[in-house]
């Protein structure tokens, strides 16, 4: 497990990169925190640091948004975990573009074991993240 704390979107962001740069083609990102804890901003990182340089945007109200290497999910308004099989999502989980679940933790039962677990917790001021990554 490892434990970090950032001060800013910027180093939110920044680590996001670093952690692309650690991560196997085809992983499973699973992010869990409160609203407005800087998830999106993180995956913005991961996109950064695969090189992807068009706008990361929140698919909150579309599910899913694919990039070239990236699959980015955002689960928060999915009512029953099984509606992700109706748009193929196990097939999303063997591609070889990397996978980022944003409110992993409503579909733990339709994750595989072998997961990145990233936990992203307010701090003691209004831009301090502490952030927590286990499975790399």
Do not use: C
């Amino acid at each position: 497990m490892e434990e970090y704390t950032t001060h800013s979107e910027n180093e939110t962001k920044a680590l996001g990169a670093v952690m692309a740069g650690r991560l196997k083609k085809g992983a499973v990102v699973a992010l869990s925190g409160d609203l407005g804890v800087g998830k999106t901003m993180f995956v913005k990182g991961i996109a950064e640091g695969l090189g992807i340089i068009e706008p990361i945007l929140s698919p909150t109200f579309t599910l899913l948004r694919q990039y070239p290497g990236l699959n980015h999910f955002d689960v928060y308004r999915i009512d029953d975990p099984q509606e992700l099989a109706e748009i193929g999502f196990e097939e999303f989980l063997e591609d070889e573009a990397l996978t980022v679940i944003e409110w992993a933790e409503l579909i733990d039962e339709l994750l595989p074991k072998d997961i990145i677990q990233v936990t992203m917790t307010r701090g003691t001021d209004e831009d301090t993240r502490m952030i927590t990554i286990e499975g790399v």
